[in-house]
């Protein structure tokens, strides 16, 4: 039977979300869940991965069921028409491990870390750069939850229509998926290298050659890093090793490092200083290198803990809302600047304008601003859903101490409210998502599609938390 470890204080990555659940089960099988779903027919049940999201997604304060026990993979069919059945629970890592052990083949999308389970990853529109989220790729999965008519715990399996566009990134709102089953591709290579930029339309320019790329505003300099990528019909690079070594001791452990000391010990003006001499000395510039796929498009970013919140615009929108995120930076590390004057002007008729000036010199911004495409995806909900345009996740992050943490939420609560009024960005649910459930109605075509199609799939709301029923619940409490 399932491991109970009742009684247990469960905290995420960013130590922002702790909670103590009633219950707690690890099952090991379709079965064991489908047994627990009966035994608490009545409670409040919520579905964990690896707890990496930095939103309330994951939070259970009830029931809480963690699938790190079912994490089988099976490969089938081949070549082209290769698929993977992939237990919810399996985290990526091992799933890429599994991938290529049964046939060379890897994930069609990956994001920067491989630390999630599969089925958390796509619950909150995780995704990389160049490719699509990750929960469009899903072709199918099998939810388990309550059958409308016998009230009998079932699995569902979802593979067509607006019910698997919704059940894609879903936030575990609509049942607990056990598996799900993704397209697979045959392993490839990527170059990459780095640029210095000083104006944005050149950075998006490169994408032609370079459509896997991401890139950094550097906070301070206010200059752009593309790290430049395309996939590659070559072999590895003989430098390969030593560029794996650069990577780890000089960008995931030494400017971790340094980053935390400027943020946590040093006075403000080394982070303006670090950003503006020291940093560029640090990034190898042309120096071209091809490697695997997944060891170049991911990195150690769990090392060293932090906070993000991530929020993505249109390619239209970019360039104006980057222009607003360098300014607000600015304004906040206390420096005299102006946003324009038709922005002051909204700002000042939709009332942020006053807080905005008692906010100045309150956050100093310390960590490079990175930017990736992510191409529209097929779902309801999930971040990049919708349009013909891709879009552009800005990622802000902070490492400060967890406990001094206030003045990056308070720029990250303004900075999503006026990025959703100004260029109708969203926040990335599995990261800081501090808007309420009308702001985001506006910026999803399909909020009330998903919406309805939750409560069909679960009209008590067994599956939904606190914060998820005043998203997406028929009577949404006040958060
Ligand atoms: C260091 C770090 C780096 C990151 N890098 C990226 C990145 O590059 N790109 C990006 O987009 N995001 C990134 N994220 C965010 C992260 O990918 C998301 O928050 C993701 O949802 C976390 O997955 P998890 O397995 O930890 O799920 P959890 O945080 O445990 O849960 C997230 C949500 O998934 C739901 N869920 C989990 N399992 C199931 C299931 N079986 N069925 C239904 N619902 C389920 C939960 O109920 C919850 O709503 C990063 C986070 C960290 C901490």
New binding site residues.
């Given amino acids: 039977m399932a491991a109970d470890a009742t009684g247990n204080i469960i905290k995420?990555?960013?130590r922002n979300v702790v909670f103590q659940p009633q219950v707690y089960f690890q099952p090991r099988s379709e079965e064991e869940v489908l047994e627990l779903l009966d035994r608490y027919r009545d409670r409040r049940i919520?579905?964990?991965?690896?707890?990496?999201?930095?939103?309330d997604?994951?939070r259970?304060d009830d029931v809480v069921?963690d699938?790190r026990n079912?994490h089988s993979v099976r490969v089938k069919g081949s070549g082209e028409n290769a698929q993977a059945v992939v237990e919810?629970?399996c985290?990526i890592k091992h799933l890429l491990k599994e991938l290529s052990r049964q046939g060379g083949y890897t994930m069609p999308s990956?994001?920067?870390?491989t630390?999630?389970?599969?089925?958390?990853?796509?619950?909150?529109?995780?995704?990389?750069s160049g490719k699509h989220?990750?929960a469009h790729y899903l072709q199918s999965?099998r939810?388990a939850g309550y059958d409308s008519q016998s009230g009998e715990a079932v699995i569902r399996t979802i593979d067509s229509g607006p019910e698997l566009l919704a059940a894609r990134c879903?936030?575990?709102?609509?049942?607990?998926?056990?598996s799900v089953t993704i397209p697979v591709r045959s392993q490839y290579n990527v170059e990459e290298h780095f640029e210095r930029y000083d104006d944005l339309d050149t950075v998006l320019a490169a994408e032609e050659e370079y459509p896997l790329q991401q890139f950094f505003l550097v906070p301070w300099s206010w200059c752009f890093y593309a790290q430049h990528r395309r996939e590659i019909d070559q072999g590895y690079s003989r430098s390969r090793l030593l560029y794996r070594l650069y990577w780890l001791l000089g960008m995931d452990v030494s400017l971790h490092v340094a980053v935390r000391l400027l943020v946590r010990w040093l006075p403000r003006l080394f982070t303006k200083l670090f950003y503006r001499k020291i940093l560029p000395a640090l990034v190898p510039r042309r120096w071209k290198v091809v490697d695997r796929s997944d060891r170049q498009l991911?990195m150690e970013?769990?090392m060293f803990r932090?906070i993000?919140i991530?929020l993505f615009v249109t390619r239209t929108q970019l360039p104006a809302a980057l222009d607003y995120v360098a300014w607000l930076s600015k304004h906040l590390g206390g420096d005299d600047a102006t946003p324009g004057e038709a922005i002051e002007q909204r700002l000042t008729e939709a009332g942020y304008w006053d807080t905005l000036q008692k906010l100045k010199g309150s956050y100093l911004h310390h960590y490079p601003i990175c930017i990736?495409r992510v191409l529209p995806d097929d779902t309801l909900i999930s971040?990049a859903c919708g349009g013909e345009e891709p879009w552009y996740?800005i990622?802000l992050i902070s490492y400060a101490d967890p406990r001094r943490r206030e003045t990056f939420f308070n720029f990250a609560k303004i900075v999503a409210e006026t990025g959703a009024l100004l260029f109708d960005a969203r926040p990335?649910?599995?990261?800081y998502c501090p808007l309420k459930r009308e702001q985001l109605r506006r910026l999803y075509p399909c909020y009330d599609e998903f919406c309805q199609l939750r409560q069909q799939a679960d009209p008590q709301g067994r599956?939904q938390?606190q914060w998820?029923e005043q998203l997406f619940g028929d009577d949404p409490p006040d958060a």
């Fill in positions: 995420n990555f960013g919520r579905v964990i991965g690896r707890l990496h999201a930095w939103s997604a994951p259970g069921i699938l079912m919810a629970g985290q990956l994001g920067l870390i630390e999630q389970a599969i089925a958390g990853a796509a619950s909150t529109g995780t995704h990389g989220s990750l999965l939810v879903a936030l575990g709102s609509l049942g607990i998926a056990t991911t970013h769990e932090h993000e991530e990736r971040m996740a990622s990335h649910w599995g990261k599956f938390n998820t």
